[in-house]
């Protein structure tokens, strides 16, 4: 496969932005490459087993900088590809596959789902249900950080959840964030989990590892879960904004 794929012709160039180590975001080139072929069984298995007629999409980056690895995504999919915008299309899918990674890291070692001792079916998928909600809103919440942190805390938090936050924990001592910004109140409610917001600790929306706690003791307080509970579920429904 890597012979065949080294001598099909080039489909077309695609730029996109990536985050690199020192978590700054580049714009790349990417060499795109499709090509059609037949994998075939093992031999005994051919006669259980057919052979499958498959893409092979290979982009792999152009004038990559000394010192870092360039970019070489290999895909593999039963879907046809025509032409450049359809290779483009496949590649945007698998695009999505770290953030799904992401939301089931928030619903396992976040929310530590996986820990739930209900007995019921009804009772889980209830559970489940409401954890999902609640995954997603840290999800977005950490990418719209990430993305516009002076934003107006509005976008992500309701006036009653804003009021909450700021008789919960004062404006002092939340790592310098500008008043009345996203990060501001993502800082603030970030705390009640038990994120320090020292100085010298990182923004918790850039943590590898996920904030949660261990023990009620983790919090500053164990009013901390039910205020930290209210605002995650005090929005009546998704926004899409």
């Known amino acids: ?109 976040g929310c530590r789902a996986e820990d739930a001792k209900l007995r019921t079916a009804d009772r889980l998928a209830n559970l489940v249900a409401l954890f999902c909600i609640v995954s997603w809103r840290v999800m977005w919440m950490t990418m719209m950080a990430r993305a516009a942190p002076d934003a107006d805390p509005a976008i992500a938090f309701t006036a009653t959840e804003i009021t909450i936050l700021d008789r919960l924990v004062s404006d002092s001592g939340n790592r310098r964030a500008k008043p009345g910004t996203l990060q501001l109140y993502l800082t603030k409610l970030s705390r009640l989990g038990g994120y320090l917001a020292r100085t010298s600790d990182p923004p918790p929306w850039k943590h590898r590892r996920l904030a949660r706690p261990t023990t009620p003791g983790r919090y500053p307080d164990r009013r901390g879960t039910r205020h930290l509970w209210v605002i995650a579920s005090h929005t009546g429904g998704v926004r899409s904004d």
């Open 1 to 109: 496969m890597k012979t065949e794929m080294h001598e099909a012709p080039s489909a077309g160039m695609h730029s996109i932005e990536v985050r690199v180590d020192n978590d700054t975001v580049e714009r790349v080139t990417l060499d795109i490459r499709f090509k059609r072929i037949r994998v075939c069984p093992p031999i005994g298995k051919q006669k259980r087993y057919p052979a499958l007629d498959l893409t092979v999409i290979h982009a792999s980056e152009v004038g990559a900088p000394l010192g870092r690895k360039p970019i070489l995504w290999k895909l593999v999919t039963d879907l046809e590809v025509a032409d450049l915008e359809g290779a483009i299309e496949k590649i945007r899918w698998y695009s999505t596959r770290w953030k799904i990674e992401v939301f089931h890291k928030v619903l396992k070692s």
